[in-house]
Each structure stands twice: as structure tokens, then as C-alpha cells.
């Protein structure tokens, strides 16, 4: 089949095979680059492992440091008539490569809440890795059953403690206008932390541990955007907020539960960027398009593999890192830093419908959401007949 992008609202609901090959070959070179990282992991396990940050956690530990990896990931298979999804053809490309390079890469595709795919990560830990000395978590999902009681949580967007009316960007409609977004109930609230908190990163370190497929000195991170004035009403100030101050405590949860282990547990604040879960974040197409703007005249733009790249080579592996007084690792201060946020605040003050194609990168921003799902990539014939049917 010919594969045309399909873009309803703020998803593409297909895929193309050969531009998510060709995005993962970008990022492995970028790393290859790199040279000689020095020390770092061996065995890795990356909790999802399929697109953005988690995808380039993969591709660093396996093609900068040689580490075999486990991903867990949920995504879904292609069929005669259908794509699979971005993370399945990232994953497919991602195991030719490694297979390729002979590095140890193994994928488990399934609810990575669920008790059941964590014993089945333990199995595979134990038969192929023995231990893995660094877990990475960088989940995200709009909604979590959880595996002790049944519930099933959904995440909410809105602000806490009073609504809140900011400028947002409608990609649908290519219209600058106001979005008011009224606050949070009680449970609400509960619910968000429930989905997008710091409990399943938790349980996932505490069943490991308890199977001992947990090295001594392991390290684990969980992946955050802590943002600036502009974002923390939905940020911040807002339900995700509540769920990102619930990773702190888990960190800390963590360390303290496994000091047998010398586990060393961080939060890791990174820029933003265009993600299939920033999309759909009020408020994020619009600050985003200005961000690049920004900090592509300023010359510090980065996008997932370079944030990653610089998280593993300074924080997770380098003497010195940029700890908070949260402790966690922050990598996001090229954006939240006071002269690039004036800026950004300048452009946001002055951006209306008519002159916002002008003031921002929009153009940047939608190149980096196709590129997502393998689309508007240099090189990809995407008039070409193309097999959907790529298996890993």
C-alpha cells in the first residue's frame, strides 16, 4: 500500500515503516557519533521502550555504551489492511539494528501496569541478563488498571484549586484562541496520580528487587517536564502537577525501601518537546512552536536523542551532575532558563492568529510531530508501494 499520513486531531492514526526505520538509523548515528562514552550500563531495562524518550534511552544504553536491553512496551501489530503503530515499527528497526551490531535485544509487548508482564520481564531477566543495572521508566498512558484492586484510573488535564484562561494553538483548525480549562475535582486528582504517578514505578523496582534480578548500584530513572511560568498552570498547578510531585516521593520510596541494593533513584526533568502526549496537552502546540523559534535563533534546540544523550553522559554516568533540591537530574535548563523564558513570554504576549506562522516554528513543530510516525522524513519515497507487514 501507498501510506499517506492519516492526522485526526492531535494523533496520526497510522504509521509509516520505512520513515520509522529511517528516524531510528538518525538516532543511532547521532549516538555512534558520540565515540567512546565511557563507562555505563550492561543490562538495561527500558519500561516503555517504543517512542520518544524511552525509545532514545534504548538506542543510547545498546549503541553508546554496547548494553543489552529489554523493552517493554504496548503497541500494535500491522495487518493486511492496517499500519502497526509508530513504537511497533520503532521496535522492529530498533531489533534490526541491534541484530545487526550483535547486541542482546529483547522486546516484551503487553500492559507494562500489569502484575503479569512484570513477572514475565522478571523471567526473561533472570534466563538471558541475570541482573540489570539500570531501569529506565518512561511510561505514558492515559488511563491504568490497577493490578490489586481491578480499578481502572483515566487521567485528567485541568488545572487545581481555580480555572484557568490561557492561549492555546487549534492544529485542526490553524487558530490562535483563548481555552478556558476549569479545575479539578478530588477525585480527579486521585485519578491522575493513580495513572500518571510514581506507584508503578515503585511496584516495578519492588518486584524486581524481590526476585533479586536487581544489581547492586542499579540505577533507575523516571522522566519528567517540570516546565516554567508559562506551563506550570497545566503543568504544575494542575493535575499532571499532582501526579509529578507523587514521582518525587516514589523516588525517594525507593531508595529508602532498597538500601540493601544501593539503589540510586532519580527524577529527570527534560526539555519539551513534541510527543504523542504533549499533543495533547492545552497550551503545549502553541508554547512549543515558540520554544523552537527560540531556542533554534539561540542555538540550543535538542531534541529527544540529544537530551538523552546528555542525561546518561553527565547525570546518570558523569561526575558532576545537575541535581535539584528535589534531587532530581535536570537537563531542561537550556529552555527554563531566565533569558530564553523572557523571550518565549515575549512572543507569547505578542502571538495572535494573524501573525503566529510569523513569531513561531510551527513549520518545525508539525516536521517533528509527522516525524513521530515516520512521516516528512528526507530520504523516504513515501509514493512508494510499502509492505505494512514488518514483524520484529
Given at each position: ?113 500489569s ?67 476549569e ?50 498552570p ?29 539503589v ?5 526533568s ?39 544523550y ?22 531542561d ?15 507569547w ?18 516536521h ?25
Amino acid at each position: 500500500m501507498v501510506i499517506k499520513p492519516k492526522v485526526r486531531g492531535f494523533i496520526c492514526t497510522n504509521a509509516h515503516p520505512a520513515g520509522c526505520a529511517a528516524s531510528v538509523a538518525e538516532q543511532i548515528r547521532y549516538i555512534k557519533k558520540q565515540g567512546d562514552l565511557g563507562k555505563g550500563p550492561k543490562n538495561v531495562l527500558v519500561i516503555g521502550s517504543s517512542t520518544g524518550y524511552g525509545l532514545a534511552s534504548r538506542i543510547t544504553a545498546a549503541f553508546g555504551y554496547g548494553a543489552k536491553t529489554l523493552g517493554v512496551c504496548f503497541e500494535k501489530a500491522p495487518t493486511e489492511r492496517k499500519t502497526g503503530t509508530a513504537g511497533w515499527y520503532n521496535t522492529a528497526a530498533f531489533h534490526r539494528e541491534a541484530a545487526e551490531s550483535g547486541l542482546y535485544a529483547q522486546t516484551l509487548n503487553g500492559d507494562a501496569f500489569s502484575d503479569e508482564l512484570k513477572d514475565e520481564a522478571i523471567a526473561k531477566i533472570k534466563a538471558d541478563l541475570g541482573q540489570v543495572d539500570l531501569v529506565i521508566y518512561s511510561l505514558a498512558s492515559p488511563r491504568r488498571t490497577d493490578p490489586v484492586s481491578g480499578e481502572t484510573f483515566k487521567s485528567t488535564l485541568k488545572p487545581v484549586g481555580q480555572s484557568y484562561t490561557t492561549k492555546t494553538y487549534d492544529t485542526d483548525k490553524d487558530k490562535v484562541h483563548d481555552v478556558t480549562l476549569e479545575p479539578a475535582s478530588d477525585d480527579e486528582i486521585y485519578n491522575t496520580i493513580k495513572v500518571m504517578g510514581g506507584e508503578d514505578w515503585e511496584r516495578w523496582m519492588d518486584a524486581l528487587a524481590d526476585a533479586g534480578v536487581l544489581a547492586e548500584g542499579c540505577k533507575t530513572t523516571a522522566y519528567t517536564y517540570i516546565g516554567k511560568a508559562l506551563t506550570w498552570p497545566i503543568y504544575g498547578q494542575a493535575t499532571i502537577g499532582k501526579a509529578k510531585e507523587d514521582l518525587d516521593r516514589a523516588a525517594a520510596a525507593i531508595i529508602g525501601k532498597h538500601t540493601d541494593l544501593l539503589v540510586e533513584a532519580h527524577v529527570s526533568s527534560l526539555k519539551a518537546l513534541v510527543t504523542q502526549a504533549s499533543s495533547a496537552i492545552p497550551v503545549m502546540p502553541l508554547y512549543i512552536s515558540l520554544i523552537y523559534k527560540v531556542m533554534k535563533e539561540e542555538g540550543t534546540h535538542e531534541g529527544c536523542i540529544e537530551q538523552i544523550y546528555g542525561l546518561f553522559n553527565q547525570c546518570l554516568y558523569g561526575d558532576t551532575p545537575t541535581l535539584d533540591e528535589a534531587n532530581r537530574f535536570r537537563m531542561d535548563g537550556k529552555e527554563t532558563n531566565d533569558a530564553t523564558q523572557a523571550k518565549i513570554q515575549a512572543l507569547w504576549d505578542e502571538v495572535t492568529q494573524e501573525n503566529f506562522h510569523t513569531l513561531s516554528d510551527y513549520a518545525g513543530y508539525h516536521h517533528e510531530f509527522l516525524k513521530l510516525f515516520g512521516f516528512d522524513i528526507e530520504g523516504v519515497d513515501y509514493d512508494a508501494d510499502t509492505d505494512p507487514m514488518v514483524s520484529w
